[in-house]
């Protein structure tokens, strides 16, 4: 998936700054610079995310108390959502550095990404390895 949100940033970009720069009257309140920023800044903060639950995930799965695992769980969305909120404060009180349009659209890349993964294992079920062990668990 980070592969994924990493083309996403990509074609964002392009597409963004294709746009604002050929139709300035449409998009006259976005500037290229914050827009970049702010979409840069966006599918890092999906990435880190990304990673903070994967590892969250996997060492939930690791924990043998059921109450531990879901207070743990539960910390680290506290913690990934204050994480959010702190990069979306940043975000408008520096307007002139990091784009709210594009944060907002690099927040969104990573929703995007997990729905184009699961579409790629839809169609390709056979060509995903899972984990050593995570089926046993399930």
Do not use: W
């Not at 998936?1 to 006259?28: E, K, Q, T």
């Not at 924990?63 to 404060?89: C, H, N, P, W």
């Amino acid at each position: 998936m980070l592969v994924i949100i990493s083309i996403l940033f990509l074609l964002f970009c392009a597409a963004g700054l294709l746009i604002i720069i050929n139709v300035p009257f449409i998009y006259d309140f976005v500037k290229p610079l914050p827009y970049s920023v702010g979409l840069f800044t966006g599918c890092l903060l999906s990435a880190v995310k990304l990673v903070f639950i994967h590892s969250s995930l996997a060492r939930v799965m690791d924990m043998e108390d059921d109450g531990k695992a879901k207070s743990y769980a539960s910390l680290q969305a506290i913690l990934r959502l204050f994480g959010t909120m702190a990069v979306m404060l940043s975000a408008v009180l520096f307007p002139e550095i990091i784009g709210v349009f594009g944060l907002v659209i690099g927040l969104v890349s990573l929703r995007l990404a997990a729905y184009i993964a699961g579409r790629m294992i839809n169609r390709h079920p056979d060509s995903f390895i899972e984990d050593e062990g995570v089926g046993e668990r399930l």
